[in-house]
């Protein structure tokens, strides 16, 4: 299973960005899927998820300017980022859970990072 994440880029204080991340290989299911953020010398920090069912939950700091979606396929996980801030600056992971075959069971994969700089 490979996840590829793109969209992150420069943009300026209060602008937006749409990040994309497309799972391929062998997947029976994919349960969850959400983003992650590691600014420079931090930890990476969970930053928003969706269930296969459609549900969403969010860090507090990104309520309101961040929203998740999934593409129609399901193995798709999209972040819109509206009005953002310097301190979102940070490399952008996505992750799935994700059962291979009918009755195994899930396992986490990451994506390789998109860097998001927000700078003027």
């Known amino acids: 299973v490979q996840l590829q994440a793109s969209g992150g880029g420069l943009v300026q204080p209060g602008g937006s960005l749409r990040l994309s991340c497309a799972a391929s290989?062998?997947?029976?299911?994919?349960?969850?899927m959400g983003w992650y953020r590691q600014a420079p010398g931090k930890q990476r920090e969970w930053v928003a998820h969706?269930?296969?069912?459609?549900?969403?939950n969010y860090v507090d700091f990104v309520k309101g300017r961040f929203t998740i979606s999934r593409g129609n396929a399901k193995n798709t996980v999209y972040l819109q980022m509206d009005s953002l801030k310097p301190e979102d600056t940070a490399v952008y992971y996505c992750?799935?859970?994700?059962?291979?075959?009918?009755?195994?069971?899930?396992?986490?994969?990451w994506g390789q990072g998109t860097l998001v700089t927000v700078s003027s």
């Open positions: 290989g062998s997947i029976f299911r994919i349960n969850t």
């Open positions: 969706i269930t296969s069912s459609g549900w969403i």
């Open positions: 992750n799935a859970e994700v059962v291979a075959a009918f009755m195994n069971p899930s396992y986490d994969y």
